[in-house]
């Protein structure tokens, strides 16, 4: 079946590196996500790493992907305030234009 | 547009009303999604419309939910005689490539 599961909630400290973990049953998976929402806001798409790659960076953002166990990270380096928000994890079943399945989201909360 | 645009962004309706929600896709995405997301929860899939495919329905809660896109562009998903349980933001997002959606800013819909 098809499902992904986050942690509900992380607290980091302010300058600390934030790691957010999915786990995903979907072996078929071609393409995996990571979306933020601010406060009241819609889903933003951070970033995407596509199902044969291992690991993507892009400026403070990294994600990893370990296929064999269906686990993907993303970690926001030096978190500041304004990473404040919901992460979503997702991941696209089969074939282009398929349905994306989302993660409950993490809340990432920011202490000083 | 310039992006993905919903109306109305805000309904309150009476228990039993029916709702018509409305979403504009991004000029040129072939494909257009309905969320749904209730308060502290994840994203909920509704429906998927693809070019001119039959649209993939099998998120749809009830029968009393249903969704048409006209001219391969505009959306409306409509909710006959809505309950309390139905209330939530209700969010479309299109996509032309498989990088990811373009989520709009929802419609949040009260129930009372």
């Known amino acids: 079946g098809e499902d992904v599961e986050q942690s509900l909630f992380l607290s980091v400290r302010e300058g600390d590196s934030s790691v957010i973990n999915c786990t995903y049953t979907?072996?078929?998976?071609?393409?995996l996500y990571w979306y933020k929402q601010e406060p009241g806001a819609g889903l933003q798409l951070l970033t995407y790493?596509?199902?044969?790659?291992d690991m993507k960076q892009d400026q403070r953002l990294t994600v990893l992907l370990n296929k064999k166990d269906k686990h993907l990270s993303l970690r926001i380096a030096d978190t500041q305030t304004g990473d404040s928000a919901i992460y979503f994890c997702?991941?696209?079943?089969?074939?282009?234009?398929?349905?994306?399945?989302f993660g409950s989201g993490t809340r990432l909360s920011i202490r000083p | 547009g310039a992006g993905v645009s919903q109306s109305p962004s805000n309904k309150v309706t009476e228990k039993g009303k029916d709702v018509e929600l409305r979403c504009d896709p991004i000029?040129?995405?072939?494909?257009l999604y309905w969320y749904r997301q209730s308060l502290g929860q994840g994203l909920e899939f509704l429906i998927y419309?693809?070019?001119?495919?039959?649209?993939?329905k099998s998120g749809l809660p009830s029968d009393r939910f249903s969704a048409e896109r006209t001219g391969g562009s505009v959306s409306t998903l409509t909710i006959q005689r809505t309950q309390q349980e139905d209330s939530a933001v209700y969010l479309c997002?299109?996509?032309?490539?498989?990088?990811?959606?373009?989520f709009g800013s929802g419609t949040r819909l009260t129930v009372v």
């Open positions: 419309f693809q070019g001119n495919s039959a649209p993939d």
């Open positions: 790493i596509f199902s044969n790659m």
């Open positions: 997702a991941e696209r079943i089969g074939s282009s234009a398929s349905k994306i399945i």
């Open positions: 979907d072996s078929s998976s071609t393409y």
């Open positions: 000029s040129g995405h072939t494909a």
């Open positions: 997002a299109s996509s032309s490539t498989d990088y990811g959606y373009t």
